[in-house]
């Protein structure tokens, strides 16, 4: 999952400078450290970590599809050609998880807010491989106009990447009837995701069931990314389009949100406690009142304020209450 991390700009090292003059005294001035310097080798090293445990967890997911399909019967005897289909999931997941990143790096650049490229989280569990990818701001945000920028280019750089994914994913996916009694992983299905699937099978027969092709499920994935991210809380993506609205009234807005996910855990869906646990987590860390910035008077303009709607709209289509539950189904 996303969540910026922002440090606040430290004095770099003193630099010693001679005033005009031949009597005039020595002067010091701190010396800002150049800003946009990576160590490229641990980025590379995550990523590549991280393409390994998406594409074995994409090889779980190919051949979940293919079982369901009914192209192999399971148990099968592990392949490493699984991998390789597999790879149909993590080079998607990564191009968007890519986006959404360097969504948030190029506008630090456009504002010269100091930032890291991105670190992809390796994590080797079947389900999705990565616990998603984060970038460290190292400096304070100049202007609500700036911290707008960075905070919403992440979700619709990775929002736009995914959409080509959702339906070439959709086109590859099949519906099948599943049997009566059976044990399920249901997967929550936001507003676009039924808009897609209801334009390439049309209404569903009682009984049946979309399969996703696991590209179809990296979009899924990346949905439910760019959801999480734009929640209006703290430090995350939501929080940061929130604060350039409200200032700081979105201490409130936090407060709301985290309820909210303990409350959805609580009556809805046990898949939020992790979100949930994470919030609570970053409350009592880094508190629910978003750091200030430089300039916090000048307001967004009109462009931006449609562009925040935008967002909204995103979140709204890529929301779903209950995104991962497990049942059995009875006769």
């Not at 080798?41 to 599809?65: I, K, N, P, W």
């Not at 990818?133 to 990775?158: C, N, Q, T």
């Amino acid at each position: 999952m996303d969540t910026d991390q922002h440090d606040g700009h430290s004095p770099g090292p003193l630099e010693i400078q001679p005033a005009v003059g031949p009597a005039s005294p020595l002067w010091v001035s701190p010396r800002r450290p150049p800003r946009f310097q990576h160590r490229y080798a641990r980025h590379v090293v995550l990523f590549l970590l991280t393409f390994a445990t998406t594409s074995m967890a994409g090889a779980c997911h190919q051949l979940s599809f293919e079982a369901s399909m009914g192209s192999i019967a399971l148990p099968v005897e592990w392949q490493w050609s699984y991998v390789l289909g597999g790879m149909s999931y993590s080079v998607p997941l990564l191009l968007i998880l890519g986006a959404h990143e360097f969504g948030h790096y190029v506008y630090c650049r456009i504002h010269q807010v100091d930032a890291t490229l991105p670190y992809f989280l390796p994590f080797p569990v079947p389900l999705t491989g990565t616990l998603g990818a984060v970038i460290r701001i190292r400096e304070a945000f100049p202007s609500k106009r700036a911290l707008f920028d960075i905070g919403v280019a992440g979700p619709i750089a990775g929002f736009v990447v995914l959409l080509p994914f959702l339906w070439w994913g959709m086109t590859l996916s099949g519906v099948v009837r599943f049997p009566d009694s059976t044990e399920l992983i249901y997967f929550g299905e936001p507003l676009l995701l039924k808009a897609i699937a209801g334009l390439h099978f049309g209404p569903l027969p009682e009984g049946f069931d979309i399969v996703l092709h696991p590209m179809g499920f990296a979009a899924w994935f990346g949905m439910l990314a760019t959801a999480l991210n734009l929640l209006p809380f703290g430090q995350l993506d939501g929080g940061h389009i929130a604060y350039s609205i409200f200032g700081a009234r979105t201490t409130w807005v936090s407060a709301a949100t985290l309820a909210i996910a303990i409350l959805l855990f609580a009556t809805q869906s046990s898949s939020w406690f992790g979100v949930a646990l994470m919030m609570l987590v970053m409350a009592l860390v880094l508190g629910l009142r978003h750091p200030r910035i430089i300039d916090e008077d000048t307001r967004l303009d009109a462009g931006r304020v449609a562009v925040a709607i935008l967002s909204l709209v995103i979140f709204v289509i890529c929301f779903t209450p209950v995104p991962i539950e497990m049942f059995l189904s009875n006769p």
